[in-house]
């Protein structure tokens, strides 16, 4: 399952092809320090961007052929080269961490759609290009996947996201279910706030099982890595669904158990 703090890369996995660690490791060292830029700290949102600028340049000289002096940027340039891997999904990243540090608010799922095409697809996209298995089917489902996992982050988040002034939850769907941002912040939540959270752990749902097909047409180890992530998902959502949907008491997560749950059910997939 992808790791904390950058969730949405499968990194160390000992499903993974020991050939492809490193050049997994350095994508994730990118997305993680880049992420932390627009995270992280207490800079002010101009040296944030401006910092996350400084990274697209480094990304367009990779591109280019340059090495880089920087030694993270020049250890992605060598795997990018290697790989011959297109940088456009990096920058998408970018794209999105900038949109983090100015964006608190999302007005539609599809505003929320977009983000998650910048935020997470690109991970996966990355992903096929390493295993030469880009094709629009496979794409397709990979983006699925990916954004129902960063979906699923956000479902989990809610909680620490408003802590930082967030909210990801559409706006329409908050008011088409009657919960204001002052219910989020009370915290405890009421009927209102359990149907709005059961329609979108079922949208998420849906967009998860829409992408798992995509594990049929990966053979060895990706698809195994890949079935346990699918699954590792859904179990996420089931824990939500067992809290009643209480996400602000405890973040759901996935405990030891559900590993033998997950290895059984991707075994049966």
């Known amino acids: 399952m992808p790791v904390e703090h950058y969730e949405n ?4 996995s000992i499903l993974m092809p020991r050939r492809l660690a490193p050049a997994v490791e350095a994508i994730y060292a990118f997305a993680r320090s880049a992420d932390d830029i627009a995270d992280e700290g207490d800079a002010a949102p101009a040296e944030r961007l401006a910092a996350l600028a400084r990274y697209g340049e480094q990304l367009d000289g990779i591109g280019r052929g340059v090495v880089p002096a920087d030694p993270m940027f020049a250890r992605l340039g060598r795997v990018v080269a290697q790989f011959r891997l297109p940088v456009g999904p990096m920058h998408d990243l970018l794209s999105a961490f900038s949109q983090d540090v100015v964006t608190t608010r999302y007005p539609d799922y599809s505003a929320l759609l977009d983000y998650c095409r910048r935020s997470a697809n690109p ?3 990355l992903m096929l290009e390493l295993y030469e298995a880009v094709d629009e089917p496979n794409l397709r489902d990979s983006d699925a996947i990916c954004t129902a996992l960063q979906l699923i982050n956000f479902w989990q988040d ?3 996201d408003l802590a930082k002034g967030r909210i990801y939850l559409p706006q329409e769907d908050l008011e088409r279910h009657g ?4 219910d989020l912040a009370a915290g405890p939540a009421t009927p209102a706030w359990r149907a709005l959270m059961r329609f979108e752990v079922e949208r998420a749902r849906a967009l998860m099982l829409a992408g798992a097909p995509l594990v049929h047409r990966l053979p060895g180890r990706i698809g195994w890595e890949l079935r346990l992530i ?3 998902g859904l179990r996420i959502l089931e824990a939500i669904e067992r809290a009643d949907y209480d996400v602000f008491g405890r973040r759901p997560t996935l405990q030891p158990s559900d590993w033998f749950v997950m290895g059984w059910r991707a075994l049966r997939m």
């Open 158 to 160: 809610v909680a620490i």
């Open 123 to 125: 991970v996966g996209r």
């Open 230 to 232: 699918v699954q590792g």
């Open 9 to 12: 890369f499968p990194v160390a």
């Open 179 to 182: 919960v204001t941002e002052a």
